[in-house]
């Protein structure tokens, strides 16, 4: 028995609901490119009236973000990369019930989620190694995810033993094990996984905030975040930038998300299974 | 002898992965563990960790007494306890009511719409929203004068930040959350609700007393994790909407410690703050999971 007066209710409740959710990244598009005095003409603009893309060229043709989009893609790709094949190779290690040392080297790793030394010795840590104000520090000390190596260990284990006896029969090595039964039957899972160490990577903040003093190093989102606080003057270090006109704040807003904004609705899918795989107990 | 040879002889690539593994961990989380030292040292960098001169509890003593940690921790649990209350049954909510809309192309497209938000980052997100609430400019504000009434600087005073976190949050996290509750609620047997339908339950009274209890599980989950990230009230959010303006309800203990000994040079009294928030942390993710077992839930230790 449905109800449904409720079933109206729940149309119109979850339309508005996605309406204001997404309204304001639409507002930010419109303000990008339509002249100001022109957006404050009607209450709620929706569509652009005419068309003003001085603000894009002006972030374009200074290069206000282009070190940082420049440091965005670059520890992006390089940090998938790298965290991937550390990552998958972590869980593979975890994966094989029958090593000998396995319960030591998980012990070892598990500890880990629940204690961390905090982010002064860590500091102190990266100042050892020479990575404070270094691009490496994107990569480094983020290679690993403890939750996203688990991930991919689940989705190992659920793999038969069955066929990695019939390849130890034939006298498969273990890498050939690891890379053409456990890394290709899991393929969907690990590029689950990598979608989001490239989310993590893009969206990557504080990184930039604790560990970087040179504004050229900054992330994307980083240098946004001084754009942004330029004229209030609350920015980590807000003398690099004077004042900055909205309208410019606004395409440099868009900028950034365009590549997510782009791709998300194409991966969608593929992020909701990575939140299921991640509440799987272990 | 010749059994650790075997097994060397099979597994050597897997020991090559694992050390390769356990060195990143050692590093990246053991030496900073031991360099927690310097919460009992006078840290000087030129010394080092090992180097510097032993003081016990003096940073203790320091740092207990400084007025700006008790004001951070009060503003931390503030919004934490604030988000609990919240944004925390938001994401079940919607969950529930999702789950009875026809799973159709409209379902499908309100749900991409509403996790949108989970993608965009804090900066982004932050800097959007001080727009929109400008005095001057925003969006907001052209409605409240529209409507005849004053402007206001929402973002720089301290009595709307704690609803400008809590919305922005809600804005945020409260379509993604969904996800796991709608997948709980799938996984409930389909025959448990035609058992209550036979006996005239309601399909309110279904949600109740069938939904809900056999959810619960997943339910205990968030909240244990919730609970053990009581004291991280969400650095980059925070940070986004902090200013001079609201220092005085935005300062969370991890801005405090970020001011203190990253952009200020007390490493020793800001290592003594991360070491009790890390173990109160662990000591409540404990607890939590205790008492989830206790009352039959699942735990996750």
């Known amino acids: 028995m449905k109800n449904r007066g409720f079933t109206i209710f729940n149309y119109i409740f979850f339309g508005v609901l996605a309406f204001v959710m997404v309204y304001p990244f639409w507002y930010a598009f419109l303000s990008s490119v339509v002249p100001y005095s022109d957006l404050m003409q009607r209450t709620l603009p929706i569509i652009p009236t005419k068309f003003d893309f001085s603000a894009y060229k002006e972030i374009l043709v200074n ?15 390089i940090g998938l990369a790298l965290s991937l094949a550390f990552t998958v190779s972590g869980a ?12 030591i080297i998980s012990s070892i790793i598990i500890l880990t989620m629940f204690f961390s030394g905090g982010l002064i010795p860590m500091y102190i840590l990266l ?18 995810n403890t939750v996203y190596m688990f991930i991919i260990r689940t989705s190992f284990t659920d793999i038969p033993l069955s066929l990695r006896e019939a390849a130890e029969i034939d006298g498969a090595s273990e890498c050939r094990i690891m890379l053409t039964i456990y890394v290709r039957l899991s393929l969907p899972t690990i590029m689950v996984i990598g979608l989001f160490y490239a989310v993590d990577k893009w969206n990557e903040l504080y990184t930039a905030l604790y560990f970087i003093i040179d504004y050229k190093l900054y992330t994307l989102q ?23 006109d909205e309208q410019v704040k606004y395409s440099a807003v868009i900028l950034t998300i365009l590549p997510i904004i782009l791709v998300y609705p194409f991966l969608q899918k593929y992020f909701t299974k990575g939140v299921l795989l991640g509440s799987v107990k272990e | ?61 320091e740092i207990f007494t400084n007025r700006n940690l008790w004001i951070a921790l009060r503003n931390t649990l503030i919004i934490s306890f604030s988000r609990l209350v919240f944004c925390f049954c938001v994401p079940m909510v919607l969950a529930i009511m999702l789950n009875e809309m026809v799973n159709g192309p409209v379902r499908k497209i309100y749900q991409t719409l509403i996790y ?19 005095p001057s400019t925003g969006l907001i504000n052209k409605l409240i004068e529209f409507f005849g009434g004053e402007p206001q600087y929402f973002v720089m005073k301290s009595s709307t930040f704690l609803p400008v976190i809590l919305i922005t949050d809600t804005w945020k996290n409260a379509g993604w959350g969904t996800i796991i509750y709608i997948a709980a609620i799938n996984g409930v047997n389909p025959e448990l609700y035609e058992a209550a339908e036979l006996d005239g339950a309601s399909r309110i009274r279904q949600i ?14 968030m909240l244990i994790l ?17 200013n001079n303006y609201n220092r005085n309800v935005s300062a969370i203990i991890d801005t405090f410690v970020y001011d203190l000994g990253i952009k200020g040079a007390y490493k020793s009294e800001a290592t003594v703050v991360g070491l009790c928030k890390s173990i109160i942390s662990t000591i409540l993710l404990v607890i939590a999971d205790r008492v989830s077992k206790k009352m039959g839930q699942r735990g996750i230790i």
């Open chain 2, 1 to 61: 002898m010749n059994k650790i040879i075997r097994v060397l002889k099979k597994y050597w690539f897997v020991y090559v992965l694992a050390a390769f593994v356990l060195g990143f961990y050692i590093l990246f989380c053991y030496v900073p563990m031991y360099g927690i030292l310097i919460a009992f040292k006078d840290y000087k960098p030129l010394l080092g960790v090992f180097g510097s001169k032993w003081v016990g509890f003096k940073h203790f003593y």
């Open chain 1, 127 to 144: 100042s050892d190694l020479k990575l404070i104000n270094n691009f490496w520090v994107y990569v480094i000390p983020s290679l690993i």
């Open chain 2, 208 to 221: 109740i007393h069938i939904m809900i209890p056999s959810i619960m599980s997943m339910i205990s989950l």
């Open chain 1, 63 to 77: 290069g206000l973000l282009g070190d940082a989009y420049l440091t965005t893609i670059k520890s992006t790709f």
């Open chain 2, 226 to 242: 919730a609970v053990a990230s009581i004291l991280s009230a969400g650095f980059d959010q925070v940070i986004v909407f902090q």
């Open chain 2, 116 to 134: 949108l938000p989970h993608f965009i980052s804090w900066v982004i997100m932050g800097g959007i929203v001080t727009m929109f609430l400008s």
């Open chain 1, 222 to 244: 980083a240098a946004l975040y001084n754009l942004l606080n330029a004229n209030s003057g609350t920015g980590v270090g807000g003398g690099a930038i004077k004042t900055v």
């Open chain 1, 92 to 103: 593979y290690v975890l994966s094989i019930e029958k090593l000998p040392g396995a319960k």
